[in-house]
Each structure stands twice: as structure tokens, then as C-alpha cells.
């Protein structure tokens, strides 16, 4: 909840979050410690009836999210600050190694590295793609012994349908890229496999997960026969690929008119490892599941998808597992419609995080994407849609945010939330941020140039060519680095002087900064 106080000529915006008295509330349960950060659809209302959503990538300690209205970066989660960037390209990220790779609106591939500013255009490069037909980009998905691994997706004339090729590069960081095919035709079955929907690695291979609809979503009259296929590979070489499921996992249901079995699972929407296993979600509109997988071939599958999900025998609603990411040692699972559930999954048992199918708020018709940043903050993001009667546009909630009586001081202009009056008894003590941007240095005689944007900043030392990231959260700070003398995180504390600029730091490591 926001309260908008005028103090002189400057507007102030506090953020009051109350444990029991003001947390809120979806079906029953309290979303505790979940705060949203954004303002409704970045705010823009819906558009069209998409049940695709806003999707999120993190990159780094840098958190993008993608719609049809833009790309934006979050600088402050606490006052929750967005600004929109303008980059070459529009969505369709994907993080390999240390480059965050992206298509333009002619799915030209674009490639920026990490630590890289996303918002300047001359940090992304274009990458020339050597070796397919007219000089075509795959679109990279996997990084598996040190080369690139993409999807070439092309009209099958023959099939009379969409079908693909994966090629892969040693050409990772380089403007051009040399590609040589590894998977020729689907898999040889372009009339089941329309797509790749996953390239992912575990336990030393290579996996290529795929799309089996011919048409629409809901059209069950395609669903006879077939559905997604799981390949493997140890070396990814052409020619070594092995089918290691069933087709659809197997997951029949009988058609209640005609008496067709219908094969439900065609699409993969998501998957993870997790305690030495290799976890698939995928899409139907028969009932979703989830099942994992210990490498030892078809019979290595287990269905262990959560209660609510799932083909059921009298009746079958649509279901959606759209995001999965391990985060503190849980696998978390976001369902989009109809089940629209934050799940958390410990390797035995699933719990309910968020409830569906509204989850945070009654217009949320599902969940979308998940992403995780400097491996504390955990970020989801929800759709919306006109078609169903949503007015307001997609959020974007995080955690751990916690929901004791805190208020944070946000300077405008901001997005403001409905303004309300502030209850009695509720005394607001504005938290400002430390000021540690400029040049500082190290006990070890390192000079630092510190970026800084809200609560979040970037570093960089030429000298060891190494770049930082992190966090302040009142006097304390967090962060994490890279460069020539290797990777870390450290904790500290920040000591300030006048107009609250920061004049020292004390890291937790025995390293201090100085200005």
C-alpha cells in the first residue's frame, strides 16, 4: 500500500507494509513477504487477448522484462522503478555463458555481454551466422561443451507443416558464427515434431524436448497419436541422438463422444535440474503434468506432477506449466491458466505458495515467467488479458520482501498505487538510500568506478577488468563480482558523512573501500 505526502516542492511516495493488519490477501491465504514491484502493466493497460504475459530474464543482477508494449529494467525493486530501454532487440532472450542473446524485429540475432549497459545500443552486437540457408540465424538455446546449440525453424513443404534442424558453434562471444547441423528434419519425424521447445543439459548430455501440435491449442482432434518427445545425446554429434521417452509420456484420456484416446501432453513449457534430476513441464489443454527423469533411458521417467494438475477421468481443464527455476534448494513451479498456482516443490512433496487461479490479484488470470537475481531475489511476473476482462495490465511481484512494519522513502516522479489515508498509530520514518556512486578505492590498491541507480549499482575496475553488482538495503550492502582474479559475493557495511553520501565501506571479507 501506498500513501503520496508533499514535503516543499519534492513529492514523497512511502511504502507501508504492515505483517497481519495490512498483508494481503488471495483466497484466504496472505501472500507474505511478496511485494509487487511494478506498476500494473508498466502503466499501460492489456492488449489484445495474448495469454502469453509479460516474461522476465535475469541477466546477471540485472532483471529485464519483455511484453508487446517494450523491454524495461528494473532499477529499484523497493519503490518499485522500471525504466523503459530502447534496445536493438524486442524479446526472445536467453542467457549462455556470460551473453544475454536477443532477436530484433526481423529475427536478426543480437548478442551483449554481461556487466554491458542493455539500454545502449553500441553494447549490442549483431551476430553474422555462417552455414544455413540464406545466411539464417537459429535461435541459440544451450551451451554444451563450449559450443553454441540453436534451432533453425522452417516450413516442411513435404509435411505440410512447420518443422526444424539444431545447429550448433564453438563461436560463442564472436560476431560471426560458424553453425553445422547436428539434427536433421525433427528427428526425422516432421509429421509429430512441429518444434523444439527446450535444448538443456544434464548429467553430461544434451537434451532436445519437442512440440507436437499441428494446430491450435484446443483443438483436441489433433491430440490422437503422437505428442512431445525427449532426445538425448552425449556428445550432441549428428547421428548419436537417442529417444528417451514415450511419446507424450504416454498420458492417454479417452474422448467422452467418439472414444478416441487422445495423447495430451504436445507442448513443453518449461524445465529444471534438481537434486539429480531432469524435470519437464509441459502444456495441454487436457490437463498439464510434470515428470522427472534419472538418464537411465524410457524407463527412467516418474510422473510427479502436483495435485490439482494433470489429466483427470471425468473431466479435463486446460492447464499451463509455463516457468520452472530452483531457487534456495526448492523447484518452484508458476502455472499460467487455468491453474495460475505458485508451486514450490522440495523433492518429495509440493506446496502452495501462491493460490490460483487468480494468484495476487483477481484480474491475474495466471502466472508467466520466473526468474531468480544474485540468487536472493526471487521475481514472477502474471497475465492479463482484455479478452477475459482485465483492465489493468500485467505485474511483476518479488520476494523476499519482508512484510514487517517497514517504510521505505521513494523520490518522484514514481509510479504511484491508490492513494490512501495513513492509518493511526502508523509512524512513517523515511529510509534514504546511501549515495556510493563515483570513484573509490580498495585496501589492495584497486580503483573501482561505481555506478549507482535507487537501491541497486554496478562497478566496474579496469585494471582487473572485472565488473560488480548488488544491493543496498539501508546501511548494509551486497554484492557480487567477476573478473581476471576471479568470481565472489561479500556483505558489508556502509558508512556515511553529509547529504548521506557514503564514505566508507567495511566488507565482510577483510576488504575496504575508500574514497
Known amino acids: 500500500m501506498r500513501w503520496r505526502m508533499r514535503s516543499g516542492d519534492q513529492w514523497w511516495r512511502y511504502t507501508v507494509v504492515v505483517a497481519c493488519l495490512l498483508a494481503s490477501s488471495i483466497g484466504g491465504l496472505a501472500q507474505v513477504n511478496w511485494h509487487q514491484v511494478n506498476e500494473d502493466g508498466f502503466g499501460l493497460p492489456p492488449s489484445g487477448s495474448s495469454q502469453v504475459g509479460t516474461e522476465l530474464v535475469a541477466f546477471g543482477n540485472v532483471l529485464l522484462a519483455y511484453n508487446d508494449s517494450g523491454v524495461y529494467q528494473l532499477n529499484d525493486p523497493l519503490c518499485a522503478v522500471w525504466k523503459k530501454i530502447t534496445p536493438p532487440v524486442s524479446g526472445s532472450f536467453v542467457v549462455l555463458g556470460s551473453y544475454l542473446f536477443g532477436l530484433d524485429s526481423g529475427l536478426n540475432l543480437h548478442r551483449i555481454a554481461f556487466g554491458s549497459d542493455p539500454n545502449i545500443s553500441a553494447n549490442w552486437h549483431q551476430v553474422t ?72 543439459v544434464y548429467n553430461g548430455h544434451i537434451y532436445v524436448g519437442t512440440e507436437a501440435l499441428k494446430g491450435l491449442f484446443g483443438d483436441t482432434t489433433q491430440y490422437v497419436g503422437g ?156 497475465q492479463k488479458s ?69 537501491s541497486s549499482f554496478t562497478w566496474y575496475a579496469a585494471g582487473i577488468h572485472e565488473t560488480g553488482s548488488g544491493t543496498i538495503t539501508g546501511n548494509q550492502i551486497s554484492a557480487s563480482w567477476k573478473g581476471d582474479l576471479g568470481s565472489g559475493a561479500a556483505t558489508g557495511k556502509i558508512t556515511t558523512g553529509a547529504n548521506n553520501v557514503a564514505t566508507l565501506i567495511q566488507w565482510a571479507n577483510g576488504n575496504t573501500f575508500f574514497r
Open 129 to 200: 551466422s555462417v552455414g544455413l540457408p540464406g545466411g539464417a540465424d537459429p535461435f541459440p538455446m544451450a551451451l554444451f561443451n563450449g559450443n553454441v546449440y540453436g534451432v533453425y525453424r522452417f516450413y516442411n513443404y513435404q509435411s505440410g507443416g512447420w518443422a526444424f534442424e539444431i545447429w550448433r558453434s564453438p563461436s560463442l562471444g564472436q560476431n560471426t558464427m560458424i553453425w553445422t547441423k547436428v539434427v536433421d528434419n525433427s528427428f526425422g519425424d516432421p509429421q509429430n515434431n512441429r518444434d523444439a521447445d527446450f535444448i538443456g
Open 227 to 382: 505428442g512431445s518427445e525427449i532426445w538425448e545425446s552425449p556428445s550432441g554429434n549428428l547421428g548419436t541422438w537417442t529417444q528417451v521417452n514415450a511419446d507424450g509420456f504416454g498420458t492417454e484420456v479417452s474422448e467422452p463422444i467418439s472414444g478416441l484416446k487422445l495423447r495430451t501432453n504436445r507442448v513443453i513449457g518449461c524445465w529444471a535440474v534438481y537434486k539429480g534430476w531432469l524435470y519437464v513441464g509441459t502444456k495441454s489443454h487436457l490437463g498439464a503434468e510434470v515428470w522427472r527423469y534419472n538418464g537411465t533411458g524410457k524407463s527412467g521417467w516418474q510422473n510427479v506432477t502436483p495435485a490439482g494438475g494433470g489429466p483427470d477421468p471425468f473431466f479435463s481443464s486446460p492447464g499451463r506449466n509455463n516457468a520452472m527455476v530452483v531457487y534456495q534448494n526448492d523447484l518452484y513451479l508458476a502455472e499460467g491458466v487455468a491453474g495460475g498456482r505458485l508451486l514450490r516443490y522440495d523433492g518429495a512433496k509440493w506446496s502452495e505458495e501462491v493460490a490460483g487461479p487468480n494468484p495476487f490479484h483477481a484480474q491475474n488470470m495466471g502466472l508467466s515467467s520466473l526468474a531468480m537475481v544474485g540468487g536472493t531475489k526471487l521475481y514472477v511476473s502474471t
Open 386 to 454: 482484455i479478452g477475459l476482462g482485465a483492465t489493468q495490465g500485467d505485474q511483476v511481484w518479488g520476494y523476499p520482501f519482508p512484510s514487517l512494519v517497514a517504510a521505505i522513502a521513494c523520490e518522484g516522479p514514481k509510479t504511484l498505487l491508490p492513494q490512501l489515508e495513513i492509518p493511526k498509530g502508523i509512524h512513517l520514518l523515511p529510509i534514504l538510500i546511501p549515495d556510493i556512486s563515483g570513484t573509490w578505492h580498495s585496501l589492495f590498491g584497486i580503483q573501482y568506478q561505481v555506478s549507482q541507480t535507487g
